[in-house]
């Protein structure tokens, strides 16, 4: 555990919210043990032992647009594919970002397959949630991402995204947020499924399998933070 090197790098990304890099500092800063927590959770799973042992990538189906684009207009893979492409992303977009965090571990070890996988999810939860890339939105799901890993650098960023969007949502942030971390504790335990194969499955029955809730607390500050500047911009 390291809070001063975390106390520093969150005061860079408050400045700077763009350098994403300091994300995986905060993480690592904090984290302690949780993620070795969780790979003996996943290690415990069918899915997870599949994983493993098989040294599967998770990033090689989500980088495959050509197969992504197959997919029937509904299912996970093609609302994946429509959200990364309307946003201008990449399924390797956060693996640049997170090298830091990559060499700490051994390349070839259970930790860091989980430790990449759990990365990869990121944008497959963004569209599985609702969650979107503004700063309330990736907030809400650092909140629920919480609730999923217990990683303490993550609860932390989600934590001081709460004051820092004070000024712009009131308590409306920290309800927000916190409303986000109870549906993640109401969701299944996301990093043990097998995401390759709910790619083809209809977005709709994947939420309902995992027991995700759309996020109308979110959905309504959002809203009501764009009309009242659209009501200032007039």
């Given at each position: 555990?390291?809070?001063?090197?975390?106390?520093?790098?969150?005061?860079?990304?408050?400045?700077?919210?763009?350098?994403?890099?300091?994300?995986?500092?905060?993480?690592?800063?904090?984290?302690?043990?949780?993620?070795?927590?969780?790979?003996?959770?996943?290690?415990?799973?069918?899915?997870?032992?599949?994983?493993?042992?098989?040294?599967?990538?998770?990033?090689?189906?989500?980088?495959?647009?050509?197969?992504?684009?197959?997919?029937?207009?509904?299912?996970?893979?093609?609302?994946?594919?429509?959200?990364?492409?309307?946003?201008?992303?990449?399924?390797?977009?956060?693996?640049?970002?997170?090298?830091?965090?990559?060499?700490a571990l051994?390349?070839?070890?259970d930790l860091?397959?989980?430790?990449?996988?759990?990365?990869?999810?990121?944008?497959?939860?963004?569209?599985?949630?609702?969650?979107?890339?503004?700063?309330?939105?990736?907030?809400?799901?650092?909140?629920?991402?919480?609730?999923?890993?217990?990683?303490?650098?993550?609860?932390?960023?989600?934590?001081?995204?709460?004051?820092?969007?004070?000024?712009?949502?009131?308590?409306?942030?920290?309800?927000?947020?916190?409303?986000?971390?109870?549906?993640?504790?109401?969701?299944?335990?996301?990093?043990?499924?097998?995401?390759?194969?709910?790619?083809?499955?209809?977005?709709?029955?994947?939420?309902?399998?995992?027991?995700?809730?759309?996020p109308t607390?979110?959905?309504?500050?959002?809203?009501?933070?764009?009309?009242?500047?659209?009501?200032?911009?007039?």
């Open positions: 555990m390291q809070p001063l090197k975390a106390i520093q790098a969150i005061s860079r990304l408050v400045k700077n919210p763009t350098h994403t890099h300091e994300v995986f500092v905060i993480i690592r800063a904090l984290s302690g043990n949780d993620l070795q927590k969780g790979l003996a959770r996943f290690r415990k799973t069918e899915v997870g032992q599949s994983i493993l042992k098989n040294r599967t990538q998770l990033m090689h189906a989500l980088c495959n647009q050509t197969k992504l684009a197959e997919l029937p207009p509904e299912s996970l893979g093609q609302r994946y594919l429509d959200f990364i492409k309307a946003e201008g992303l990449s399924a390797d977009g956060l693996v640049e970002a997170s090298e830091e965090q990559a060499d051994d390349a070839d070890s860091a397959l989980f430790a990449t996988r759990q990365r990869d999810m990121h944008d497959l939860w963004h569209v599985l949630t609702e969650y979107g890339r503004d700063e309330l939105g990736e907030a809400c799901l650092l909140g629920f991402t919480y609730a999923q890993n217990k990683n303490r650098g993550v609860g932390f960023i989600a934590l001081v995204g709460c004051f820092k969007l004070y000024s712009r949502h009131g308590f409306s942030a920290a309800r927000s947020i916190f409303r986000a971390y109870l549906d993640g504790r109401h969701a299944v335990w996301l990093p043990q499924q097998d995401w390759e194969a709910l790619l083809h499955d209809p977005i709709t029955s994947v939420r309902e399998k995992l027991n995700i809730n759309s607390l979110y959905h309504s500050c959002l809203d009501s933070y764009l009309h009242a500047s659209e009501v200032k911009g007039v």
